[in-house]
């Protein structure tokens, strides 16, 4: 594996450096993507593979910094700038709290998606399909191997830290219950590969929408199935939140009547379909021990706001989990010492710092467009049941999802036309907005 690891850190770093100056951005982000889905930094016993993999990213972004051809938009770097101040209060606040292996690997995956967020505001409108590719093919990928997981064909991708996850059979899969159990792929975890798979899904329908290619259609539907190869219900559910979220940031005023006839259709499906029992969200989910944990967990808001304000704004560090569950602020079922929701374990560890500066980068999304938006929605419903940022995956598509331009993240059948093989503007180099109007206009 460290050879493969080596073979494609050395395959991205040769496409940036190879590709034109224009598409050197989204070759960065695309890579970087590639990197954190096939290299699981926090999971792996490899950490040859894994300081290979994150010095790679670093490079990747610095490359393409130097290198694009394309200056963002004024006051668009402001995004990438609070995701800075994310990261760099998470660097701050892990400093000191583990072993010296253990602190250089948090923060060198924090620095990964701090250095995509500088590289994904220089993406253009031109880079959306280019870049649906990369999910596309990922997404094939994965999804084989977790279908070959099922059919106990391959083992885990990786050795990894934690024994429980090595095997198939200890992870019932309760979302579809007739499969072998819950697939990982190359993720080393479930819930991080769902998360992939509905940030491509989400990316991929996007992208057959704005170009009109049945691949990608074809790309979201494979994904959807490993979604369920995961059976991550969560997942399930803040995919659909942010499917919704996608529709509503697509709608215009005339469409407003036929968007009130859709909700109508699926509140009548809603109401002839037992949710909660297909999702298995039943009784039996209530009183099952992650249920029971995660209510806990979240119970726990008040006692972490009764704090002394210095520990209330900067929080016990990262390395104080334990203490905080032993000391009972933070309580969980079953001596579990894990957080589960990314909320209280920022204001846990982070502080509200963390949580002020996360809500920050959360909001800028709303200037992406409806890709934006709905990524974004999805990473902050997921962040109820999931450490986020926990994982290098899920950090850099915060990244991607939060900072995207609103020309990569909107609908525009005339943006779509300019950038067509064969028009007038398709070989031009990419301007501003103000400088693309007045080349039209001319």
């Given at each position: ?11 991205c ?11 050197a ?28 993999a ?12 130097v ?17 800075a ?41 031109a ?5 649906a ?38 992870r ?92 109508g259709?699926l ?127 899920s ?8 900072l995207?331009?609103?020309s ?22 990419f301007?501003?907005?103000r ?8």
């Amino acid at each position: 594996m460290t050879f493969l690891t080596l073979a494609v850190c050395l395959g991205c770093m040769i496409v940036v450096l190879h590709g034109t100056r224009e598409t050197a951005a989204a070759r960065a982000v695309g890579g970087s993507v590639v990197l954190a889905a096939l290299v699981p930094v926090m999971s792996v016993t490899d950490q040859v593979s894994s300081s290979t993999a994150l010095l790679t990213v670093v490079l990747l972004c610095a490359t393409a910094q130097v290198r694009s051809g394309f200056r963002p938009a004024s006051g668009t770097l402001w995004g990438a700038g609070i995701f800075a101040l994310f990261g760099g209060w998470l660097i701050l606040r892990t400093v000191g709290q583990f072993s010296a292996d253990s602190t250089i690997l948090n923060i060198a995956m924090v620095s990964t998606a701090i250095a995509v967020a500088m590289i994904v505001p220089h993406l253009r409108h031109a880079d959306l399909r280019p870049l649906a590719t990369v999910f596309l093919v990922l997404s094939l990928i994965v999804t084989v191997y977790a279908f070959c997981e099922q059919l106990r064909v391959v083992d885990t991708a990786w050795p990894l830290r934690q024994s429980s996850l090595e095997s198939i059979d200890e992870r019932a899969n309760v979302l579809v219950p007739w499969l072998t159990g819950r697939s990982q792929a190359s993720f080393g975890h479930p819930i991080p590969f769902a998360v992939f798979l509905s940030v491509a899904t989400l990316v991929l329908l996007h992208a057959a929408i704005e170009t009109r290619r049945w691949r990608f259609a074809l790309g979201a539907a494979v994904s959807l199935a490993g979604l369920s190869l995961s059976g991550t219900r969560s997942a399930v559910v803040a995919l659909l939140v942010a499917l919704l979220t996608y529709l509503v940031a697509n709608v215009r005023w005339r469409r407003l009547l036929a968007l009130t006839a859709l909700t109508g259709v699926l509140s009548i499906g809603a109401l002839l379909t037992d949710l909660p029992k297909l999702l298995s969200l039943d009784d039996s989910f209530g009183s099952s021990v992650s249920f029971v944990h995660r209510t806990l967990v979240a119970d726990s808001w008040s006692s972490l706001w009764s704090q002394p304000d210095a520990r209330l704004w900067i929080g016990a560090g990262a390395g104080g989990t334990a203490e905080l569950f032993r000391s009972g602020v933070v309580r969980g079922a079953r001596n579990l010492i894990y957080f589960d929701n990314m909320y209280i374990s920022l204001f846990a560890l982070f502080g509200l710092t963390a949580l002020v500066l996360l809500a920050g980068v959360f909001l800028w999304a709303l200037r992406g467009g409806a890709l934006a938006m709905s990524t974004t929605a999805f990473l902050a419903v997921m962040g109820f049941s999931f450490d986020e940022q926990q994982w290098q995956i899920s950090l850099i598509l915060l990244a991607f999802s939060a900072l995207m331009p609103r020309s990569f993240g909107s609908l525009s059948r005339r943006q779509s036309a300019l950038a067509a093989p064969g028009s007038p503007m398709a070989d031009a180099p990419f301007l501003r907005p103000r400088d693309t109007m007045t080349a039209e206009s001319a």
